[in-house]
């Protein structure tokens, strides 16, 4: 759907480049659904309108309106539910007023020049805020059109065809319409999913060569923010407050990404991506990270493989957390992970979403993964012996527990 809000996250590169080319593509479709009207006021066929002043006045003022309409929306990507509801509305009143203005037989012929702006409207309503905005927009506009047009049907035994016809094409190129545009939408989004997997494990293989944020720091951050947050990113404002439930809202992430593909979580950054950086006023940024590693060390059992680095962007301090996935298999030493000290907790990673799972669903989407290797050392069921020496590693009673 093509409409902006500041509560919408980030989009992707390739699905940002086709919200794009759906913007210029409307907005050609709504000139070439207006422009031909023209051809009527060079022809000078007046006779044909009750008021022809009022219908020129009606479509001047509508031009400049689908200027200003398109010049806001491609200059903000996008267009907000508001603009799009005050179109749907502006276009149902012309669609009625420039109808009845017209003689009778002459409302359903290119005198009327409603009919393709009515199109635009509906796909727009469709494509930018979603289906049912597009049924409902597409109903008011064929109501309003039908009602003032049917007065060609008492003087044409073709008039009830011309109407109904009219309409089915209306609703056909819309519902056409938020079909393609969805598909594109879709495969854009793939697209984006794949170029981040592909980052993912260049991150990886970067911090298995010890190379991890040494070159293109600036550029590897501004890639991971404007993909938005996903199966392997997620943004933070803070760190966890001193309370179980902040910290567990907080780690159950890094524990989903320790039992999954790995993952990076980027601190000091809003849900939309916009670095706002972490309170260095108080607590230098060095802190910060000794904290959060604090934290993971005697939260997470067994402790995961990460890289934990202090960045800085645009003169905004974050904290970049990358957690590695399990690579060697499972043992005391290798997961699977779950957030302790309390009765142990195991999460995992679906889409930009952090669940809560089961120790077998754990071990099951490991198996789906194609990770073999990684569970033949799954027990089917965590032993009683095994989860209490996760615990007392975690408290720091133990050092280790067989």
């Not at 600036?218 to 890639?223: D, K, P, R």
Request: one cysteine or more.
């Amino acid at each position: 759907m093509i409409s902006t809000s500041r509560a919408e996250p980030t989009i992707g590169e390739a699905e940002r480049g086709i919200v794009l080319w759906l913007l210029r593509a409307l907005a050609l479709l709504r000139a070439a659904q207006t422009l031909p009207w023209l051809t009527v006021v060079f022809a000078g066929r007046w006779e044909t309108y009750r008021h022809p002043g009022l219908v020129v006045g009606l479509y001047v003022g509508y031009m400049c309106w689908a200027v200003a309409l398109f010049a806001r929306g491609l200059a903000r990507q996008g267009f907000t539910r508001g603009w799009v509801a005050a179109d749907v509305a502006l276009t149902v009143g012309c669609a009625y007023v420039v109808g009845r203005a017209c003689m009778p037989g002459y409302a359903t012929t290119w005198q009327n020049w409603t009919l393709g702006p009515a199109m635009g409207a509906a796909i727009l309503a469709t494509i930018s805020v979603g289906p049912l905005a597009g049924v409902a927009a597409a109903s008011a506009l064929s109501v309003a059109w039908a009602v003032a047009a049917w007065q060609d049907v008492a003087v044409a035994p073709s008039g009830a065809g011309q109407v109904l016809g009219s309409i089915a094409s209306l609703v056909g190129f819309t519902v056409a319409a938020g079909l393609f545009a969805a598909r594109l939408r879709l495969s854009a989004r793939q697209a984006d999913a794949s170029a981040a997997e592909a980052f993912a494990a260049y991150l990886d293989q970067a911090a298995a060569q010890g190379q991890l944020l040494k070159v293109g720091v600036a550029q590897s951050l501004e890639y991971l923010l404007s993909q938005g947050e996903g199966r392997t990113v997620e943004f933070k404002r803070q760190l966890p407050k001193d309370n179980n439930d902040s910290k567990r809202t907080a780690l159950k992430t890094i524990v989903a990404f320790a039992n999954g593909a790995g993952g990076t979580v980027l601190y000091g950054v809003d849900d939309i991506g916009q670095p706002i950086g972490l309170d260095t006023s108080t607590m230098p940024i060095e802190r910060h990270r000794d904290r959060l590693a604090d934290l993971i060390s005697g939260c997470i059992a067994p402790e995961p493989s990460y890289d934990l680095k202090p960045m800085h962007l645009d003169d905004k301090a974050l904290l970049v957390l990358h957690i590695r996935p399990v690579e060697h298999g499972h043992t005391e030493e290798h997961g699977p992970y779950a957030l302790f000290p309390n009765a142990p907790e195991f999460y995992l990673r679906h889409a930009a979403r952090t669940d809560r799972a089961s120790y077998g669903q754990v071990a099951t989407a490991f198996r789906q993964a194609g990770r073999e290797e990684t569970t033949r050392g799954f027990p089917q069921e965590l032993s009683l012996k095994r989860l209490l020496g996760h615990a007392l590693r975690a408290l720091g009673v133990l050092s280790s527990v067989k």
